[in-house]
T-cell receptor, first 113, second 113 residues
Framework: DTGVSQDPRHKITKRGQNVTFRCDPI?????LYWYRQTLGQGPEFLTY????????KSRLLSDRFSAERPKGSFSTLEIQRTEQGDSAMYLC???????????FGPGTRLTVL | GDSVTQMEGPVTLSEEAFLTINCTYT??????LFWYVQYPGEGLQLLLK?????DKGSNKGFEATYRKETTSFHLEKGSVQVSDSAVYFC????????????FGKGTKLSVKP
């Protein structure tokens, strides 16, 4: 088991462009979470999936953000019309069911110029 | 709403010194409490957890006790090593149908030889 992986690790884009990040959870984990971490802050919850169902979304997740987990395995997070305020580390985590440890990936660092 | 407050960093200690990182929480129910650690260049890792009042979590010489009366979960280690240099995050979670962790801002620890 290689743990949670995220791709890309770094992304630099210009304001107004769309970006998409991928997360591959630990294979048997049915829960998948997205968080955002800005400099000097702790991670903030964005959304989570149980299998393919998106069960909760934070108010941080504006209309420009969309997340999918089409087959209950990997997930994608898309940001449309990026803004400089979107610059952050985007973290993915997975867990086996509720109440169990969340395992985090290394994150995707987004820089919007 | 629910929140976690950690002591401000950075914290700089000499090797073999005693470590305390304070964490208090505000929650309406009975969450589980966690300490996560982020080593330089690596993803978040669970360090220890406690799921109910008076539980003590421990790992790698670190300890924290769930104190409901003071709503605290302070992290302690009797003798720190240079390898403990990292950012430490306190977090809470209700598990169950609610998926997300709520994190503090993190405390950076630097241990000097």
């Amino acid at each position: 088991d290689t743990g949670v992986s995220q791709d890309p690790r770094h992304k630099i884009t210009k304001r107004g462009q769309n970006v998409t990040f991928r997360c591959d959870p630990i294979s048997e984990h049915n829960r998948l979470y997205w968080y955002r971490q800005t400099l000097g802050q702790g991670p903030e919850f964005l959304t989570y999936f149980q299998n393919e169902a998106q069960l909760e979304k934070s108010r941080l997740l504006s209309d420009r953000f969309s997340a999918e987990r089409p087959k209950g395995s990997f997930s994608t997070l898309e940001i449309q019309r990026t803004e400089q305020g979107d610059s952050a580390m985007y973290l993915c985590a997975s867990s086996l069911g509720w109440g169990n440890e969340q395992f985090f990936g290394p994150g995707t660092r987004l820089t919007v110029l | 709403g629910d929140s976690v407050t950690q002591m401000e960093g950075p914290v700089t200690l000499s090797e073999e010194a005693f470590l305390t990182i304070n964490c208090t929480y505000t929650a309406t129910g009975y969450p589980s409490l966690f300490w996560y650690v982020q080593y330089p260049g690596e993803g978040l890792q669970l360090l220890l957890k406690a799921t109910k009042a008076d539980d003590k979590g421990s790992n790698k010489g670190f300890e924290a006790t769930y104190r409901k009366e003071t709503t605290s979960f302070h992290l302690e280690k009797g003798s720190v090593q240079v390898s403990d240099s990292a950012v430490y995050f306190c977090a809470l979670d209700y598990g169950g149908s609610q998926g997300n962790l709520i994190f503090g801002k993190g405390t950076k620890l630097s241990v000097k030889p």
